[in-house]
């Protein structure tokens, strides 16, 4: 059985070292060690999707077609040349990184177990005032009240859930408007996770004013978009013939700027951080957000005769 890097090493390579290798970090136990990009971020059978999908190889086959493309992307991206196509490469591997990582398969697992436990209390509530109780149900609830019973979403159903989404991220990230943040003291890292994102904040009861992503593309260079803002073409069939809606813009940014991008990414990553060499700042950053990772929050909010169930996607320090 192979084993398939979910995060590749064409992408990675660009954080290594002279000499080829990076310096990991280690959120569960604090230890840093060198390896190269093919030793990390691997799985096995990483690229087939077993049980849900026609095509159970399609993973694979869509990470395969922008993986050659990668290094002329990035090279456009620097010199301020992208044209579409180079901006449809960045996007399709940006959105399996976004969707197609272990981080957002434990991700979904946590999200569907949660809804399918309100399901069934809302299916039991609603059975009890018609008199039409399910004992089947009634017996599950209080068996998982109990702790004796306990829900496991099939994780690879979530894997081919998220292939299923790939295209329509890869379809709003193409039509988003792009900051390329370059930084000339400060150098970017990366993860096991790397699009990562700005923490919203506590809850508001208010919609969010903004969703900002980030993709790390060099320790010089990182990618942010709004993916909720200023997108026209959400229900439209995605077509990438044609040019898209939003464009490319950037500059350089300050040392603190770069730092807090950082925070992000190592708050969003799922155990390792990623440098080209090793650097007593980054480490004592991973030690300081060790403790948090990508996590779900969930909200009741109150509606005529019940309520309704939101979620959102947070970075708190739940992991001890």
Known sequence: MPEDHYVSQTYLRHFAGPNGMLRAYRKSDGRSFPCRPRDVCRETDGD???????????????RGSFEPLWNSAVAA???RRCDMQDKQVVAG???NL????PTWRRMGVLTYDRMTVDYLNAHLALSEKKGTVDPVIADAMEMLRAQKLTLC???NFIRAQSVISMMKHMWRLYNADWTVMESETVDFVTSDNPACFLDQGEWTGRPPREFVRYLPISPRMCLSCDIAANYKGRDVTPDFDIPPEGGIRGGHVSPQVARNVNVSIAKCAENLVFTGAEDDGIRRMVEKYAGFRVDVEFQKIPAPGGHYIASR???LERMK
């Open 153 to 155: 979403t099939d994780p």
């Open 313 to 315: 996607t947070r970075t």
């Open 93 to 95: 591997y940006w959105a």
């Open 48 to 62: 087939v999707v077993p049980d849900f999908l026609s095509e159970p190889g399609f993973l694979g086959i869509y």
């Open 77 to 79: 991206l620097a010199s």
């Open 98 to 101: 976004l969707v197609c990582t």
